[in-house]
C-alpha cells in the first residue's frame, strides 16, 4: 500500500498484512452483500497475503512477458480433500472448500523456473476466493483469468493497490 512518506514525494510501500484485511472485512457488508469488485479485490488481497506471494505473481503488470494466474492454475479441495471441479461445481460445493492451491509457472524467487504450488488454508482467504468465484464470470473455462474486472479485462497491481487504499478509508 502506497502512503506518501513525511517530507518527501516518495510513496512508501507498505504490505497488506492480515490486520488489514481484517480492518477491511469488518468495514464492508456481509459477503453476500458485497459488490463484485468488493469480492474481487478481497480474494486478490486475501490470496497474496495468506499466499505469501508479491503482487506480480496473482495480478497483472505492465510487462508483456508476464504469465498472469488462469482458472487453470488453481485447485480447490473440500475438508476430505478432494479435488473439486470448478467447471461442474455448485455454490453448496464450493462452499465447502477447505483449502485451496495455486500452481505458480514463474516466480521472482524461482529463478530455474520450476514453478512453485501455493497452499492456502486460511478461513478468510478460503472464503474470500470462493465468495469472488461464485460471482466470477468465467470459471468454466480453464484458460480464463482468475482475478479479473467484470467487464473482462485483467486485475492489475495498479488498480489492486488504488482500490485497497479506497476500502482503508472507510
Given at each position: 500500500?502506497?502512503?506518501?512518506?513525511?517530507?518527501n514525494?516518495?510513496?512508501?510501500?507498505l504490505?497488506?498484512?492480515?490486520?488489514?484485511?481484517?480492518?477491511?472485512?469488518?468495514c464492508l457488508?456481509?459477503?453476500?452483500?458485497?459488490?463484485?469488485?468488493?469480492?474481487?479485490?478481497?480474494?486478490?488481497?486475501?490470496?497474496?497475503?495468506?499466499?505469501?506471494?508479491?503482487?506480480?505473481?496473482?495480478?497483472?503488470t505492465?510487462?508483456?512477458?508476464?504469465?498472469?494466474?488462469?482458472?487453470?492454475?488453481?485447485?480447490?479441495?473440500?475438508?476430505?480433500?478432494?479435488?473439486?471441479?470448478?467447471?461442474?461445481?455448485?455454490?453448496?460445493?464450493?462452499?465447502?472448500?477447505?483449502?485451496?492451491?495455486?500452481n505458480?509457472t514463474?516466480?521472482?524467487?524461482?529463478?530455474?523456473?520450476?514453478?512453485?504450488?501455493?497452499?492456502?488454508?486460511?478461513?478468510?482467504?478460503?472464503?474470500?476466493?470462493?465468495?469472488?468465484?461464485?460471482?466470477?464470470p468465467?470459471?468454466?473455462?480453464?484458460?480464463s483469468?482468475?482475478?479479473?474486472?467484470?467487464?473482462?479485462?485483467?486485475?492489475?497491481?495498479?488498480?489492486?493497490?488504488?482500490?485497497?487504499?479506497?476500502?482503508?478509508?472507510?
Amino acid at each position: 500500500i502506497g502512503e506518501k512518506a513525511p517530507n518527501n514525494d516518495k510513496k512508501l510501500r507498505l504490505p497488506i498484512t492480515t490486520a488489514i484485511i481484517q480492518q477491511i472485512i469488518g468495514c464492508l457488508p456481509k459477503a453476500v452483500n458485497r459488490n463484485y469488485n468488493q469480492k474481487l479485490i478481497l480474494a486478490a488481497m486475501a490470496t497474496g497475503t495468506y499466499g505469501l506471494m508479491r503482487a506480480g505473481e496473482f495480478v497483472s503488470t505492465n510487462s508483456a512477458q508476464q504469465v498472469v494466474l488462469c482458472i487453470e492454475n488453481l485447485k480447490l479441495y473440500n475438508p476430505q480433500r478432494e479435488l473439486l471441479n470448478l467447471a461442474t461445481a455448485r455454490g453448496n460445493e464450493l462452499q465447502c472448500c477447505q483449502y485451496y492451491t495455486i500452481n505458480l509457472t514463474q516466480s521472482k524467487v524461482d529463478p530455474f523456473k520450476h514453478g512453485a504450488v501455493i497452499t492456502i488454508s486460511n478461513p478468510i482467504a478460503v472464503s474470500a476466493l470462493v465468495e469472488y468465484l461464485l460471482v466470477h464470470p468465467s470459471t468454466r473455462n480453464p484458460n480464463s483469468t482468475l482475478f479479473v474486472n467484470r467487464n473482462g479485462s485483467n486485475l492489475s497491481r495498479r488498480q489492486l493497490m488504488e482500490q485497497v487504499r479506497i476500502l482503508l478509508r472507510l
